[in-house]
């Protein structure tokens, strides 16, 4: 799950590239040690990112029962994270050439695209987790006509399909620029007019963010009410024990898919202010242009940090683990044990004659 313009490169020809500080306050050193430290901190990024995911869905599709209506989700979750950490290797690259596209125009425009749907897939996902253990733990008795494993593969398309439509802008509107100033050729987002900002604002922050950060809330607090509730009454049913410990995995996420994904927000929300003059000065200028930087990477972060939750909260997907080696290697070995134990014992009779 990142934006369509990592690291600050929000910027269209209408409005200012966050390192020409220069021009009206003093340039900040911090710069360069982000050009240096950068890069490499999202190869490691990358790998454990690519590591992790795949083991996620490994899992997931490997095991012998089918995937609950859950479990779904977060697999869909899993190749978001998946598809994004492919494109970090791309912008280690970028940032190192101090934001220099060596990829071409179209590369500029599908990359940026596919991250893009990525960021609007991931939320989409988690705001389907949250109403689908909103349905589990609240609305019990009703849930099972409204959460079937159908369903929840159609919501899941229906939300890839969105993510892709919401993404045509950034594919549009992504070119290759050449910037004198800078002296470099870098991938921006191009609009046609400054009003175009206006809308990106809304598309980013409203519909990306705003919006499902207030179904998430609102799924998530009646959840937990509703879990509290039935503990202080000692309302014990048959399958609570289960859908609890689903959704504490599940409100780990959440709560760790927020912390990583709203100060990102808040500062680009930030940066549409100063490019509107309601947010002034030199003091405004760094803290956005560096803040988006940080606060990006905060975002890269969580793509890698799933399946680190999965593995050490997910108390079922630790059983799937167990259940798979168990199967796979266990019944392995078994077999090459007895394979072994079968073998003829002419060539130990020989070796014993030799000696």
């Given at each position: 799950m990142a934006t369509g313009a990592p690291l600050g490169l929000n910027f269209s020809n209408q409005?200012?590239?966050?390192?020409?500080?220069?021009?009206?306050?003093?340039?900040?050193?911090?710069?360069?040690?982000?050009?240096?430290?950068?890069?490499?901190?999202?190869?490691?990024?990358?790998?454990?990112?690519?590591?992790?995911?795949?083991?996620?869905?490994?899992?997931?599709?490997?095991?012998?029962?089918?995937?609950?209506?859950?479990?779904?989700?977060?697999?869909?979750?899993?190749?978001?994270?998946?598809?994004?950490?492919?494109?970090?290797?791309?912008?280690?690259?970028?940032?190192?050439?101090?934001?220099?596209?060596?990829?071409?125009?179209?590369?500029?425009?599908?990359?940026?695209?596919?991250?893009?749907?990525?960021?609007?897939?991931?939320?989409?996902?988690?705001?389907?987790?949250?109403?689908?253990?909103?349905?589990?733990?609240?609305?019990?008795?009703?849930?099972?006509?409204?959460?079937?494993?159908?369903?929840?593969?159609?919501?899941?398309?229906?939300?890839?399909?969105?993510?892709?439509?919401?993404?045509?802008?950034?594919?549009?509107?992504?070119?290759?620029?050449?910037?004198?100033?800078?002296?470099?050729?870098?991938?921006?987002?191009?609009?046609?007019?400054?009003?175009?900002?206006?809308?990106?604002?809304?598309?980013?922050?409203?519909?990306?963010?705003?919006?499902?950060?207030?179904?998430?809330?609102?799924?998530?607090?009646?959840?937990?009410?509703?879990?509290?509730?039935?503990?202080?009454?000692?309302?014990?049913?048959?399958?609570?024990?289960?859908?609890?410990?689903?959704?504490?995995?599940?409100?780990?996420?959440?709560?760790?898919?927020?912390?990583?994904?709203?100060?990102?927000?808040?500062?680009?929300?930030?940066?549409?202010?100063?490019?509107?003059?309601?947010?002034?000065?030199?003091?405004?200028?760094?803290?956005?242009?560096?803040?988006?930087?940080?606060?990006?990477?905060?975002?890269?972060?969580?793509?890698?940090?799933?399946?680190?939750?999965?593995?050490?909260?997910?108390?079922?997907?630790?059983?799937?683990?167990?259940?798979?080696?168990?199967?796979?290697?266990?019944?392995?070995?078994?077999?090459?044990?007895?394979?072994?134990?079968?073998?003829?014992?002419?060539?130990?009779?020989?070796?014993?004659?030799?000696?």
């Open positions: 409005s200012k590239d966050p390192r020409e500080n220069a021009t009206t306050c003093e340039s900040s050193g911090w710069w360069e040690v982000l050009y240096e430290g950068l890069p490499p901190t999202l190869i490691v990024i990358f790998f454990f990112g690519l590591v992790g995911n795949i083991f996620v869905l490994s899992v997931f599709l490997l095991h012998k029962n089918r995937l609950t209506v859950a479990e779904i989700y977060l697999a869909n979750l899993a190749a978001a994270d998946l598809i994004f950490v492919i494109s970090l290797p791309i912008w280690a690259k970028t940032i190192k050439n101090k934001f220099n596209w060596i990829f071409g125009e179209s590369g500029c425009r599908g990359i940026n695209g596919l991250i893009k749907a990525n960021l609007f897939t991931s939320i989409f996902l988690v705001v389907a987790i949250s109403l689908d253990r909103y349905w589990a733990l609240v609305h019990t008795i009703t849930s099972r006509r409204k959460r079937s494993r159908r369903r929840a593969q159609i919501i899941c398309a229906v939300i890839w399909f969105a993510g892709g439509l919401l993404s045509i802008p950034t594919m549009v509107f992504r070119s290759v620029k050449h910037l004198p100033d800078l002296n470099v050729s870098a991938c921006i987002l191009d609009f046609p007019s400054p009003s175009w900002n206006n809308y990106k604002i809304i598309f980013l922050s409203v519909l990306g963010f705003v919006l499902p950060l207030l179904a998430i809330v609102f799924f998530n607090y009646q959840i937990i009410t509703s879990l509290w509730g039935r503990e202080d009454s000692k309302l014990k049913r048959s399958g609570e024990p289960k859908d609890s410990k689903a959704t504490t995995l599940i409100l780990t996420l959440v709560v760790i898919f927020l912390l990583c994904w709203t100060p990102y927000h808040l500062l680009s929300f930030f940066d549409f202010l100063f490019s509107k003059n309601v947010l002034k000065g030199c003091f405004w200028e760094d803290f956005i242009d560096l803040g988006i930087q940080l606060s990006t990477f905060l975002s890269f972060i969580n793509s890698c940090l799933n399946p680190i939750i999965y593995v050490f909260v997910g108390k079922f997907f630790r059983a799937k683990v167990w259940e798979i080696y168990k199967q796979r290697f266990q019944r392995k070995f078994a077999l090459s044990y007895e394979s072994s134990e079968k073998k003829p014992t002419g060539f130990t009779l020989d070796v014993k004659t030799i000696l």
